[in-house]
């Protein structure tokens, strides 16, 4: 296999198609979600191996909160199982497990075991992992914005210092650099209100297969595409003609 030389620092993640996976074998969409759990696993596994120092998935955004209530129901049930089964491998890989969204809306035995693990997992530097939960980046630039008009009022802020720079500090990312790399599965051409701000230069992989069968070859072949993109951020092609 052809060496990947260049590894995205943060590759972020729409985890998509579990439902559309179950539907294909008769089973309930429930049954796509579940092993849509060893999909991260071995995703995760392949991070960590490969060097990627921030992983960013999207486990449940907000609108995911108007699904059938057996269907959240499960989900939650399958996230704190998650926290718990984890941890440990978290813990011997040196991955920080960090979470963004609003957490106040899970449940309370979710949010104690995210508590748990993001304060067992604080000191640990070979990789972050951050599952979006009950997320909406809409949101997340709406609270941004009313924290930075509170600062404003209270005389702390002047809106002419209000730049990029400081205004990525007010989300939930704060401390986490922007995604390289942003990759989708099932095919969907959709950034379903994923890290809009975030996402400005990133690049975009999408792939056919869906969540379930998404495989550590897959992510391999995501990342060797990544390394074949010119990013120009904006700037001219460096061809000779441009220089
Ligand atoms: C999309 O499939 C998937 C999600 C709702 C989020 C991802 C959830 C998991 C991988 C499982 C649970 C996660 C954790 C962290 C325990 P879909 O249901 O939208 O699929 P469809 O588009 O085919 O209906």
């Known amino acids: 296999m052809e060496t990947i030389h260049k590894i995205p620092r943060h590759i972020a993640i729409i985890m998509d198609g579990n439902g559309r996976w179950a539907k294909e074998r008769g089973m309930a969409r429930i049954f796509g979600h579940q092993n849509g759990v060893d999909t991260i696993r071995e995703i995760v596994r392949a991070a960590r191996e490969l060097g990627v120092k921030y992983l960013t998935l999207y486990a449940f955004s907000k609108e995911n909160w108007s699904r059938p209530k057996n269907e959240i ?9 998650f926290l718990d089964s984890e ?25 104690e075991k ?3 693990n993001m ?15 009950s997320y909406s980046s809409r949101v997340e630039i709406i609270d941004a914005i009313k924290r930075i008009c509170e600062q404003v009022k209270q ?21 986490i650099p922007d995604p390289d790399l942003l990759i989708r599965t099932s095919g ?11 996402i400005s230069y990133t690049e975009i992989y999408v792939s056919e ?34 220089q």
């Open 209 to 242: 297969k869906y969540w379930p069968d998404f495989k550590k070859s897959d992510f391999l072949e995501a990342i060797r595409v990544y390394g074949t993109r010119e990013r120009r951020f904006g700037r001219a092609e460096t061809t000779p003609l441009a």
């Open 119 to 133: 304060e067992r997992t604080a000191k640990n530097d070979q990789l972050v992992l951050t599952l979006a939960l």
């Open 87 to 111: 941890l440990k491998e978290l813990e011997e890989n040196q991955i920080r497990f960090n979470a963004i969204g609003k957490l106040e809306e899970l449940p309370r035995e979710v949010r």
């Open 114 to 116: 995210i508590k748990r």
């Open 188 to 198: 969907e051409m959709r950034i379903s209100n994923f890290l809009l701000w975030q």
């Open 73 to 81: 129901a499960f989900l939650m049930n399958l996230l704190s199982q």
């Open 155 to 175: 005389g702390k802020l002047n809106p002419e210092d209000v730049s990029e720079a400081s205004f990525s500090k007010e989300l939930y990312t704060t401390g």
